[in-house]
């Protein structure tokens, strides 16, 4: 069983950054499908960033140039720095990992942008 631990959400005006952190037990942050979503309320879940292979990552169109994400492999997690954010970006941020066949998914960190 894998334990996956989100963390860093806040409260930030539009303008502001965040960095988001995902903890992941059990080896996990190895693997090579790993990454994070959002869900407004009302929404879907959406695709937000992910990382496949260790090498390629994609990232949703509405954040492209101002999100990052990043693996730091020694502290066993993944992270996510946002940028420029926007009332849009108002959601419940999720971190998931798919490991030996299986997918995980964290409680989810509450970021809202709001002045």
């Known amino acids: 069983q894998v334990q996956v631990v989100e963390s860093g959400g806040g409260l930030v005006q539009p303008g502001g950054s965040l960095k988001l952190a995902c903890t992941v037990s059990a080896g996990a942050i190895a693997s090579n499908n790993i990454g994070w979503y959002r869900q407004g309320v009302g929404d879907q879940r959406e695709l937000v960033a992910v990382?496949?292979?260790?090498?390629?990552?994609n990232y949703a169109d509405f954040v492209k140039g101002r999100f990052t994400i990043s693996r730091d492999n020694a502290k066993n997690t993944l992270y996510l720095q946002m940028n420029n954010l926007k009332p849009e970006d108002t959601a419940v941020y999720y971190c998931?990992?798919?490991?030996?066949?299986?997918?995980?998914w964290g409680q989810g960190t509450q970021v809202t942008v709001s002045s």
């Open positions: 990382t496949i292979n260790k090498r390629n990552t």
């Open positions: 998931r990992v798919f490991w030996n066949w299986n997918i995980y």
